[in-house]
């Protein structure tokens, strides 16, 4: 340790010491490396988008030389260091090594068009970034060799807003890479690592950015760079935005470019892992690799399908991305064809039978190993894709099914994770030594006094979201800590249903406004710019909520992003989830709730399908489904307030002489015991590990492309 004094740390030193803690995403899960960029000053946290690094830039030396004679702040520090070792190290996790005859060690490249790491890095839109994100996080807990590949977008998603007349308004704030925790490569000679693609005959580079997710790295390419045309540079511009051009653009850079992007960096993965059909342009560039070691385009594409995994999230055809043929050829035709291949011959890999380029068809064909995201998920898209599958002649991956897990770390709170730890719960384990099962022993007043706090923490965070409404005022916020909450936050698509509560507004009034037995209820969401019935539906829910009938008990909560969400789902007494089924293909949200002991109310759709018993909470209705909507609709909305009325309420105004809920307690802790390990990220990344990992692994050692570039430091 650097000091002026046995007692003071210099503020260079602390600046420095600090910067390496900014350097890492860790600080997302470890609470202990949050919390000397609190102790500095919490609101200038707050301010800084809880980015340390965006905090760090715009903190004086006095405020640093106040801080490093803080004995209190020493031991914050120290605490906060060895959780950064800890994270970061080499050496532990769950991972060993297949002793291969030939040496290669397995790398798995995971490629996503978006990551939802941390707040400070904000280049997701929802629960796939935020899927793809724990993915990282649980790499890097089991010691996985695993490098994530994405794009820097300067814009990332949109911020939201809600106007006078209950719409939705968005805005794109600029992401300064200065203020987020990224490190831009360089190449041998110490200038930034640029490479290079074709788009529509047009070359245009981009920068390659390093994100460190504890042990795993995270590539990011950016091509706002200087000597690329206008349009070159907005490629990066933002996530989900703009026309088809804009989105072929994205998707190739983010495949042919993150495959060169790797190769620069001299990394030679041996599987290939596409998050969505997004990044299947990867498989042009392996082709034109394979192509130039003079084997034939029939062995190139069985070598790509050896090594590729390609999981999909979409359960409807509609949502799958589809290009036309010509756009395709316009980009990408001279490319193919210099590389030694009619574009014909990879065209037939992308068609569909709704007419156009499919990027799932062609991820399908090309990969040798492919799931869905829950088991009814699986079901659903081998039905879907059926026809791909049978068609190919056995040249189509078969679906199966990894249930979606989430990184229990970041999502539970700091209170019930310190009380979970004292019975002996180990978060962050391997999944057979997590102890989940050890919560029934914690106290039951214990639990409950952990429950009202972050109630009450999710309430003062959701006043200040409330407030920022034109016209709201804090005499019309009724939230009390004491009252039956519930929770629905999600992207709002028009599937998810967000209106089936307010079917029945005067039942709905009659439930919220009950003298003995009150409900409140939160929801927060963004609709896509493009998607009016989503837009609409917000409208309609902001509008209820202004309305007398809500009785100051219905709010909804602008701007939903991770902060809000863990504020949520640590908070609420109740997950409520009413997707059309079987049109949610996972709903990863509802897990993070269970494992803070939140009760999920839903429809019998992606993970609740799996997860639902009647002591870990409760199902809307049955698994039937009619073929007409409207028909559908209004039996799961009598299915709604009929589980609410009849048993959801009861059991949580059912007290005992201590005023405690006995049994709704008792299935707080059955759904964190039960939930706890079987929707964990980590048991997630383990079984793609076992099932499809290490078999496309043994599958690419036949002779696998090396790498020529620069050897990152």
């Given at each position: 340790m650097s000091t002026t004094d046995a007692h003071?740390?210099?503020?260079?030193?602390?600046?420095?010491?600090?910067?390496?803690?900014?350097?890492?995403?860790?600080?997302?899960?470890?609470?202990?490396?949050?919390?000397?960029?609190?102790?500095?000053?919490?609101?200038?946290?707050?301010?800084?988008?809880?980015?340390?690094?965006?905090?760090?830039?715009?903190?004086?030396?006095?405020?640093?030389?106040?801080?490093?004679?803080?004995?209190?702040?020493?031991?914050?520090?120290?605490?906060?260091?060895?959780?950064?070792?800890?994270?970061?190290?080499?050496?532990?996790?769950?991972?060993?090594?297949?002793?291969?005859?030939?040496?290669?060690?397995?790398?798995?490249?995971?490629?996503?068009?978006?990551?939802?790491?941390?707040?400070?890095?904000?280049?997701?839109?929802?629960?796939?970034?935020?899927?793809a994100g724990d993915h990282l996080k649980a790499s890097s807990e089991l010691g996985l060799p695993l490098v994530g590949v994405g794009l820097l977008y300067k814009h990332g998603y949109f911020r939201q807003a809600i106007d006078d007349f209950g719409a939705q308004q968005e805005r794109y704030p600029i992401n300064n890479p200065a203020d987020m925790p990224l490190s831009l490569m360089t190449d041998a000679s110490g200038l930034p690592l640029l490479i290079e693609v074709e788009l529509a005959g047009e070359p245009v580079r981009a920068r390659v950015w390093r994100a460190r997710v504890g042990r795993v790295r995270l590539y990011l390419l950016d091509s706002d760079v200087e000597g690329n045309s206008a349009w070159g540079r907005r490629v990066t511009d933002s996530l989900y935005g703009g026309d088809r051009e804009q989105r072929i653009r994205q998707e190739i850079l983010l495949g042919i470019g993150g495959v060169r992007a790797l190769r620069a960096l001299g990394l030679n993965p041996t599987v290939w892992h596409m998050n969505e059909g997004h990044a299947a342009f990867m498989q042009f560039e392996r082709v034109r690799e394979l192509r130039s070691t003079g084997i034939s385009f029939d062995d190139a594409i069985a070598r790509l399908r050896s090594s590729t995994v390609f999981t999909t999230h979409t359960p409807v055809p509609a949502g799958n991305e589809v290009f036309d043929p010509e756009l395709v050829r316009r980009y990408l035709g001279g490319f193919v064809e210099r590389a030694g291949v009619q574009f014909e011959q990879l065209e037939q890999y992308g068609h569909s039978e709704s007419w156009g380029f499919g990027m799932t068809p062609f991820a399908l064909r090309t990969a040798g190993f492919a799931n869905g995201v829950s088991k009814l998920h699986g079901e659903v898209s081998r039905e879907m894709w059926g026809q791909v599958i049978d068609s190919s002649d056995g040249q189509a991956a078969s679906i199966g099914h990894v249930t979606n897990g989430v990184h229990a770390r970041t999502f539970i709170s700091q209170e019930l994770s310190e009380l979970l730890?004292?019975?002996?719960?180990?978060?962050?384990?391997?999944?057979?030594?997590?102890?989940?099962?050890?919560?029934?022993?914690?106290?039951?007043?214990?639990?409950?006094?952990?429950?009202?706090?972050?109630?009450?923490?999710?309430?003062?965070?959701?006043?200040?979201?409330?407030?920022?409404?034109?016209?709201?005022?804090?005499?019309?916020?009724?939230?009390?800590?004491?009252?039956?909450?519930?929770?629905?936050?999600?992207?709002?698509?028009?599937?998810?249903?967000?209106?089936?509560?307010?079917?029945?507004?005067?039942?709905?009034?009659?439930?919220?406004?009950?003298?003995?037995?009150?409900?409140?209820?939160?929801?927060?969401?963004?609709?896509?710019?493009?998607?009016?019935?989503?837009?609409?539906?917000?409208?309609?829910?902001?509008?209820?909520?202004?309305?007398?009938?809500?009785?100051?008990?219905?709010?909804?909560?602008?701007?939903?992003?991770?902060?809000?969400?863990?504020?949520?789902?640590?908070?609420?007494?109740?997950?409520?989830?009413?997707?059309?089924?079987?049109?949610?293909?996972?709903?990863?949200?509802?897990?993070?709730?269970?494992?803070?002991?939140?009760?999920?109310?839903?429809?019998?759709?992606?993970?609740?399908?799996?997860?639902?018993?009647?002591?870990?909470?409760?199902?809307?209705?049955?698994?039937?489904?009619?073929?007409?909507?409207?028909?559908?609709?209004?039996?799961?909305?009598?299915?709604?307030?009929?589980?609410?009325?009849?048993?959801?309420?009861?059991?949580?105004?059912?007290?005992?002489?201590?005023?405690?809920?006995?049994?709704?307690?008792?299935?707080?802790?059955?759904?964190?015991?039960?939930?706890?390990?079987?929707?964990?990220?980590?048991?997630?990344?383990e079984e793609y590990t076992r099932n499809y990992y290490l078999p496309a692994h043994r599958g690419s050692l036949a002779k696998p492309i090396v790498a020529s570039g620069v050897t990152e430091a």
């Open positions: 003071t740390i210099d503020p260079d030193d602390l600046r420095r010491r600090l910067g390496a803690l900014a350097g890492n995403l860790a600080y997302g899960w470890r609470h202990e490396m949050r919390t000397p960029f609190v102790l500095l000053d919490e609101p200038a946290f707050d301010r800084a988008g809880h980015s340390p690094r965006a905090m760090l830039a715009k903190i004086g030396d006095e405020t640093l030389r106040k801080a490093g004679s803080s004995p209190q702040f020493q031991e914050a520090l120290e605490r906060a260091e060895r959780a950064l070792r800890a994270e970061s190290g080499s050496g532990g996790g769950w991972w060993k090594a297949p002793e291969e005859e030939d040496g290669t060690d397995m790398l798995v490249a995971y490629f996503s068009t978006e990551f939802g790491v941390d707040e400070s890095l904000p280049i997701y839109s929802g629960g796939l970034g935020v899927l730890g004292r019975a002996g719960v180990k978060a962050g384990a391997h999944p057979d030594e997590q102890g989940w099962e050890k919560v029934r022993e914690v106290d039951d007043a214990e639990l409950w006094a952990v429950r009202r706090s972050r109630k009450e923490r999710l309430l003062e965070t959701g006043v200040r979201r409330y407030l920022r409404q034109p016209g709201a005022r804090a005499d019309n916020w009724k939230f009390d800590p004491d009252v039956l909450t519930i929770g629905f936050a999600r992207r709002f698509a028009t599937y998810k249903r967000a209106g089936l509560l307010f079917s029945d507004p005067e039942r709905l009034a009659r439930i919220i406004g009950d003298a003995d037995r009150p409900v409140q209820i939160l929801l927060a969401g963004k609709a896509h710019p493009a998607d009016t019935g989503g837009k609409d539906l917000i409208q309609q829910v902001v509008h209820y909520s202004r309305d007398p009938r809500s009785q100051g008990r219905i709010a909804f909560l602008e701007d939903y992003e991770i902060v809000l969400a863990r504020r949520l789902v640590q908070g609420v007494d109740v997950w409520l989830n009413t997707p059309r089924r079987p049109m949610e293909a996972s709903g990863t949200s509802g897990m993070k709730a269970s494992q803070n002991g939140g009760l999920n109310v839903s429809i019998l759709d992606g993970w609740w399908a799996e997860g639902y018993t009647p002591d870990t909470g409760f199902k809307i209705g049955g698994d039937w489904v009619d073929s007409n909507d409207a028909v559908q609709d209004q039996a799961d909305a009598e299915a709604l307030f009929r589980v609410l009325e009849d048993e959801v309420i009861p059991t949580y105004y059912d007290r005992d002489a201590d005023g405690l809920p006995r049994r709704w307690i008792a299935m707080m802790k059955e759904t964190i015991a039960t939930h706890g390990r079987q929707f964990d990220a980590s048991r997630m990344v």
